[in-house]
């Protein structure tokens, strides 16, 4: 008999008490010390990881968070992938306006040293690799400089070994978040909500999406468990659930 499916705490219930004032897709002005990346930016990262290799050869994209539940640009397959050397982690902080406040600021993934992942591999369409690699930096480095630039990592999928691009914490820029305890960083996650939504939506939306392509992060499974607690200790005291 195959296993039974694991059933989070954390719902759509849970996130639908977090909402933010107003919705804006918009970006604001950039925190100081950063500017807004161009379009000349990108294709100087592009350049700068590709060289003169052929845009119609394989490209892959690894995703260990919103990028496996909101890809940021087309692509024409998937794969589940192991990559070791990093683990997936929320230490890039404090995020005061996409998913936080000044009051309940937020903390969001990034690869950090260490460990092992499990994330999804997309492979772009042949031919259109500039294209897709700016959109999806226009999401992941609307400011520069970055503390979580792209990288080439080497990410194990069934007998073969991809190398693809991704984004790790850079630990020196100044937004690297470190030594927080499980039930610390849950504390943070259900709270903080920003103009794209709560982090709350931001956990729930990475672990299902996860346990759909059967990928179990036990981390994160545990801090859903956590978030739900608190959000229902706050919201629901005279609720049965």
């Not at 024409?76 to 992938?81: P, S």
């Not at 007998?159 to 850079?170: H, M, Q, S, V, Y």
């Amino acid at each position: 008999m195959p296993d039974k499916k694991r059933q989070m705490r954390l719902s759509p219930r849970h996130v639908a008490y977090l909402q933010p004032e107003t919705v804006s897709e918009d970006l604001p002005p950039p925190p100081e010390g950063m500017h807004q990346a161009s379009e000349a930016d990108h294709l100087a990262t592009i350049a700068k990881f590709f060289g003169d290799a052929d845009p119609s050869d394989e490209t892959w994209i690894f995703a260990y968070g919103s990028l496996i539940w909101k890809p940021a640009c087309d692509f024409v397959e998937v794969r589940t992938g192991l990559l070791h050397g990093w683990h997936r982690a929320f230490c890039l902080g404090w995020n005061n306006r996409f998913r936080g406040s000044d009051e309940n600021p937020g903390l969001m993934l990034a690869l950090d040293r260490g460990g092992a992942c499990k994330g999804a591999l997309y492979r772009l369409p042949p031919g259109r690799r500039d294209e897709c690699l700016i959109k999806l930096f226009e999401r992941e480095m609307s400011w520069l400089p970055s503390a979580f630039p792209p990288r080439t990592v080497s990410v194990r999928s069934g007998e073969r070994k991809i190398n693809a691009l991704t984004f790790c914490i850079d630990r020196n820029s100044g937004r690297y978040i470190s030594g927080l305890s499980e039930a610390e960083i849950a504390d943070v996650l259900a709270k903080a909500v920003g103009s794209r939504g709560s982090m709350a939506d931001y956990l729930f939306a990475t672990v299902e999406h996860l346990e759909q392509m059967g990928l179990h992060d036990p981390h994160l499974w545990r801090l859903q468990n956590l978030v739900a607690e608190r959000i229902e200790a706050v919201y629901e005291t005279d609720r049965e659930v």
